[in-house]
């Protein structure tokens, strides 16, 4: 009986409308959103030109992504510490402890995913595609238009996955935010501090919201992945 406690208290918590609890969740769903906003359109541009350019250095970059894949968030997240600290050479911007820090670190964390992910799904479709389109009269735009058509939910699921990773991890907000309460404090390391100090309630009722956003971002993959096979 009492281990369904803290679950309880968690509900309680997230129904009441803790104001605490629901200002880490805005804090983290308004970090990730605007690093993810940041970060699509370069990437996806990237992942075409490796798929459908011809240049010196393409398998190179193309390796390099899918090493970086591998990197931990912490390993990340200690490079932009440095980097931004005030012994570093980014240190006179003043951006370390602050939400822009933890933009810019969840930038590089979802950057290799989204390029890795949407350069598989642009080699996935015919290569001759991007030929015939400007055969036809297409400009580059129209041509590229065309192609993103044809693999939309593949790079949806791209975003997906790459929300997925950075509105989860602990480590490079840990470091560059530096958990400060109001400020920086977001869903995971809001739940390493309660956990850590015996609130299991709130490191709970955090751990749901991130089951259901990740619920909720995969069922509306799979509904608009259906939608694209009807028509």
Not at 113 to 128: E, N
Request: aromatic content about 8%; charged content about 10%.
């Amino acid at each position: 009986m009492e281990a369904g406690i803290p679950i309880t208290d968690a509900l309680s918590l997230l129904l009441k409308g803790d104001s605490e609890l629901w200002q880490v969740i805005a804090i983290s769903f308004k970090v990730s959103t605007l690093a993810i906003l940041i970060a699509a359109l370069p990437a996806i541009l990237l992942g075409f030109l490796l798929a459908y350019g011809r240049f010196f250095g393409r398998r190179l970059l193309i390796s390099l992504f899918n090493t970086l894949l591998a990197v931990p968030a912490v390993v990340v997240g200690l490079t932009l510490y440095i980097l931004l600290s005030r012994q570093g050479p980014l240190g006179e911007w003043k951006l370390l402890f602050s939400q822009t820090a933890m933009v810019l670190g969840q930038i590089f964390l979802c950057f290799p995913i989204l390029v890795a992910m949407s350069h598989t799904a642009f080699q996935s479709t015919d290569l001759r595609a991007w030929e015939t389109a400007k055969t036809i009269g297409a400009s580059p735009l129209q041509a590229f238009i065309l192609i993103l058509g044809e693999v939309r939910f593949a790079l949806l699921g791209a975003i997906v996955a790459a929300y997925g990773r950075i509105i989860a991890e602990v480590g490079a907000s840990m470091m560059l935010g530096g958990n400060i309460l109001h400020y920086t404090r977001n869903i995971p390391t809001a739940i390493v501090l309660e956990t850590s100090k015996g609130q299991l309630a709130q490191g709970i009722a955090l751990g749901i919201v991130l089951l259901l956003l990740s619920f909720i971002l995969v069922m509306l993959l799979h509904y608009l992945q259906g939608k694209g096979q009807i028509e």
